[in-house]
């Protein structure tokens, strides 16, 4: 458990006792959508200091992968007007629960390292964040009750109760969804150990809300595997039933506008009092509108610690048994998963002058006849979900 964090806590004036009857928040009368595309111009400022020197509002977006966090502040154009990463500090004590100040750190790390010159003009910031990791926080004091659970945690003890009350093969039916994690801590504390102003908060969220400090808001593509419906832009009734149901936050379109930056924050950081902080999304949702691709049909792979696919889609599809489910985006729909093998397992059988050093030898035009599943430890979540599934790392052939 983490220290309560320092926050003035403020309720929505939506409370979330009854999350279906809200569907998503609508701006101006119509949906906020991911439409806009990043357009990498320019990794320098522009002749003239740019949107800092002319007051041309900036936009800041920051990302939240596996193993460290980065931003990006661009123009309306998609021009990039500064960047910047972060490695995360390793958690403290090396459990789970010490990611949370680790996030924090990288958080206001990144924003300390903004350009002074351009925080004036930042007109609204952005956060994503690996899909389902969950924490559960008291919205009264913002104490950490439980979690980070990561995104790749799985807990099979929640299974059966979810499958006995969701359709078949729905996308919360894999022991590492969001869901399976609210009722594996919900069961375990015997409801919730009596913590009645808890709320679930999924990474991006958690993180925004260090910014707006308000509770109990999310976006319906960090929120799907929790069992948010968005053809329907509501929670399902099957889910509304439980108890633990008081504990799903509001939802809202990714994108769309929560609150002003807290005071707090905004003086330290120097930023506008018209600075607004809007809901996020997931990090491969983030990669794949960078990479600027086009309609049905095309797909994007994102390759870091660990692989994402994501296809665009006028079909949804969703089907647990093979970590497959469909998110929202725009009128169609973004379908694909995520795989636990990734870069991750490199960092731990080699160095980096090794890799650098093998890699040289590897041919891309030539087909391997190794039979590698590099998975860092037991499980795997797509293209087949198996919790129990072991890595084949051992000098196999085809």
């Not at 111009?41 to 200091?49: A, I, M, T």
């Not at 998963?337 to 030539?366: C, K, Y």
């Given at each position: ?5 320092t ?8 409370r ?5 009857r809200r ?17 990498m ?10 949107g800092a ?10 990302d ?5 966090a ?7 154009q ?12 390793p958690?403290?004590g ?9 996030w ?12 002074r010159?351009?925080?004036p ?14 924490l ?15 995104y790749?945690?799985?807990f ?19 022991a ?33 809300w260090l ?12 929120a ?7 053809a ?5 009734s ?12 509001s939802?809202?379109?990714?994108g769309?506008?929560i ?8 003086s ?8 607004v902080v809007?809901?996020?999304t ?23 610690s ?5 296809l ?7 089907d ?23 870069g ?10 090794q ?8 041919d ?6 190794l ?5 860092p ?19 196999t052939?085809?």
């Amino acid at each position: 458990m983490v220290p309560a964090l320092t926050l003035s806590v403020e309720p929505l004036a939506h409370r979330h006792h009854h999350p279906a009857r809200r569907g998503f928040r609508r701006v101006q009368g119509r949906a906020v959508t991911p439409r806009a595309r990043i357009t990498m111009l320019s990794r320098q400022d522009p002749p003239g200091g740019g949107g800092a020197a002319t007051g041309a509002p900036l936009f800041l977006g920051i990302d939240f992968g596996t193993s460290g966090a980065r931003y990006a502040l661009i123009d309306r154009q998609g021009a990039i007007h500064s960047e910047g990463k972060r490695a995360y500090a390793p958690p403290v004590g090396g459990g789970a629960a010490g990611w949370a100040s680790s996030w924090q750190a990288a958080l206001f790390q990144l924003l300390g390292d903004i350009p002074r010159a351009h925080r004036p003009s930042i007109s609204s910031i952005s956060i994503d964040g690996t899909s389902a990791t969950t924490l559960i926080v008291d919205s009264e004091t913002g104490e950490l009750l439980a979690g980070p659970f990561l995104y790749n945690e799985s807990f099979p003890d929640a299974l059966p109760a979810v499958e006995s009350i969701a359709p078949a093969n729905h996308t919360v039916c894999s022991a590492s969804s969001t869901l399976c994690k609210l009722v594996s801590w919900w069961n375990t504390t015997g409801g919730g150990g009596g913590a009645g102003s808890a709320v679930l908060m999924h990474q991006s969220d958690w993180l925004l809300w260090l910014l707006h400090g308000r509770y109990g808001v999310s976006d319906y593509n960090n929120a799907l595997k929790v069992g948010y419906d968005p053809a329907a832009d509501a929670y399902p009734s099957w889910l509304m039933a439980q108890p633990y149901s008081r504990l799903l936050p509001s939802v809202m379109a990714p994108g769309a506008p929560i609150a002003a930056v807290r005071d707090d924050v905004r003086s330290q950081f120097g930023l506008s009092e018209e600075c607004v902080v809007c809901t996020g999304t997931t990090d491969s949702i983030a990669a794949f509108l960078a990479a600027r691709t086009g309609g049905p049909g095309r797909a994007v792979t994102s390759l870091g610690s660990t692989l994402a696919v994501k296809l665009v889609s006028e079909a949804r599809v969703d089907d647990a048994r093979f970590g497959v489910y469909s998110h929202r985006l725009d009128g169609a729909w973004l379908v694909g998963g995520a795989s636990n093998a990734g870069g991750v397992v490199l960092r731990q059988l080699f160095t980096d002058e090794q890799l650098a050093a093998l890699s040289r030898d590897i041919d891309p035009a030539a087909a391997s006849p190794l039979d590698y599943y590099p998975l860092p430890r037991k499980g795997e979540r797509f293209p087949v979900a198996d919790p129990d599934m072991a890595p084949r790392l051992g000098v196999t052939t085809i």
